[in-house]
T-cell receptor, first 115, second 113 residues
């Protein structure tokens, strides 16, 4: 069955430091991959997505992610974290090439930012 | 583009009562999705519509859950005979194509006492 694993439940970084959030997926074919961010009590906002093409994807708010087929990974990165980046981050995959309609989400990584 | 809206934002109910939530998708989007999110978990897919047709409903959690999209615009999610385990955030999303980005609403937080 398809699944998404985010190994880190909670990460704390200092403001200005770099960030990498890990995501591994289990899916046979080329997946459609997404990163969403959720602030407390809010819905999810799309940061970036990968459907095909260049494996390094740029998103909003200075985030980027790299698709590595050999490692079944889609890690999210940011070179310099701002206090406003504190939130929960979810990686998701669209199974069946997206034809099934649903997204499968990981359990999320909560990011705290130290001043 | 006013985004996906959901109403109410919060609902507190007593066990055994029925509740209904509404979702208004982005106006030109013909696909609409419902998810449930419990504390410490990612969203869990429930059902989805293409226009007024419900194309996937096997993931609805029990027969107490039902969803409609009668005119292919807004949708409602109903939970009958609520249980404390139904307490969660219910999220709605919409998209234009398949596959495509799903845009999420702010969610309805349900608390069952």
């Amino acid at each position: 069955a398809q699944s998404v694993t985010q190994p880190d439940i909670h990460i704390t970084v200092s403001e200005g430091a770099s960030l990498e959030l890990r995501c591994n997926y289990s899916y046979g074919a080329t997946p459609y991959l997404f990163w969403y961010v959720q602030s407390p009590g809010q819905g999810l906002q799309l940061l970036l997505k990968y459907f095909s093409g260049d494996t390094l994807v740029q998103g909003i708010k200075g985030f980027e992610a790299e698709f590595k087929r050999s490692q079944s990974s889609f890690n999210l990165r940011k070179p310099s974290v701002h206090w406003s980046d504190a939130a929960e981050y979810f990686c998701a995959v669209a199974p069946g090439g997206g034809s099934q309609g649903n997204l499968i989400f990981g359990k999320g990584t909560k990011l705290s930012v130290k001043p | 583009d006013t985004g996906v809206s959901q109403d109410p934002r919060h609902k507190i109910t007593k066990r055994g009562q029925n509740v209904t939530f509404r979702c208004d998708p982005i106006s030109e989007h013909n696909r609409l999705y419902w998810y449930r999110q419990t504390l410490g978990q990612g969203p869990e897919f429930l059902t989805y519509f293409q226009n007024e047709a419900q194309l996937e409903k096997s993931r609805l959690l029990s027969d107490r859950f039902s969803a409609e999209r009668p005119k292919g615009s807004f949708s409602t999610l109903e939970i009958q005979r609520t249980e404390q385990g139904d307490s969660a955030m219910y999220l709605c999303a919409s998209s234009l194509f398949l596959p495509d980005t799903q845009y999420f609403g702010p969610g309805t937080r349900l608390t069952v006492l």
